[in-house]
């Protein structure tokens, strides 16, 4: 699924129109990175949490040249499935 067809599935559930599903849609998209981006993680219970993680600097293998090359550490953002949303599937 992808988010025109996401904003349908919406539309049809709030019968309202397809401009309205998704300014919503992008509402909670838009709610979703700024609460992550504040405090690091946002949890929604039944559905999952998402999260910042921190990866390590590493090495890794160019694959053309087969020479080695540093990775810089980064963030990334994890989601983790809550109980219900993992029963459900």
Known sequence: MNKVELTV????????SKADAERALNAVIDGI???????KTVQLIGFGTFKISNRKARTG??????????????KSVRFVPGKAFKASI
Not at 33 to 39: A, E, I, N, S
Not at 61 to 74: E, G, Y
């Open 33 to 39: 990175k700024l609460g992550v981006k504040k405090t």
């Open 9 to 16: 599935a919406i539309q049809k559930t709030l019968g309202s």
């Open 61 to 74: 293998v160019n694959p053309k040249t087969k020479a080695k090359i540093k990775i810089k550490a980064s």
